[in-house]
Nanobody
Framework: QVRLVESGGESVQAGASLRLSCAASGDTSSSFAVGWFRQVPGKDRDVVASISWDSSNIYYADSMQGRFTISRDNTKNTVYLQMDNLRPEDTAVYYC???????????????????WGQGTRVTVSS
């Protein structure tokens, strides 16, 4: 099992940038894929981006393409989500999720992931 802790969420103005971090601990000796998701009250948890264990495959949801960048530093067991040009509609709780796999594919479905962090809140005001 991989334990995940997100950080970096805060309240910002539209157009600002934030970098979220997802620190993994526990069974990090195995390779694991990571996804970032976000959720607003009353709606499903939507994928933002995902990255394979070796960073060879990366996926972005259409509305994040060009504004968000996912990356990882396996020496630090940390995955990052750089968010630029934030919009009010980006306001949500952001979660990172992981699942141990040696496959280098990425996964955009929340149900595929087995381990989740507690979330970090991002608020973007106009």
């Amino acid at each position: 099992q991989v334990r995940l802790v997100e950080s970096g969420g805060e309240s910002v103005q539209a157009g600002a940038s934030l970098r979220l971090s997802c620190a993994a601990s526990g069974d990090t000796s195995s390779s694991f894929a990571v996804g970032w998701f976000r959720q607003v009250p009353g709606k499903d948890r939507d994928v933002v981006a995902s990255i394979s264990w070796d960073s060879s495959n990366i996926y972005y949801a259409d509305s994040m393409q060009g504004r968000f960048t996912i990356s990882r530093d396996n020496t630090k067991n940390t995955v990052y989500l750089q968010m630029d040009n934030l919009r009010p509609e980006d306001t949500a709780v952001y979660y990172c999720a992981a699942r141990t796999t040696y496959r280098t594919t990425t996964y955009s479905t929340a149900s595929w992931y087995t381990d989740w962090g507690q979330g970090t809140r991002v608020t973007v005001s106009s």
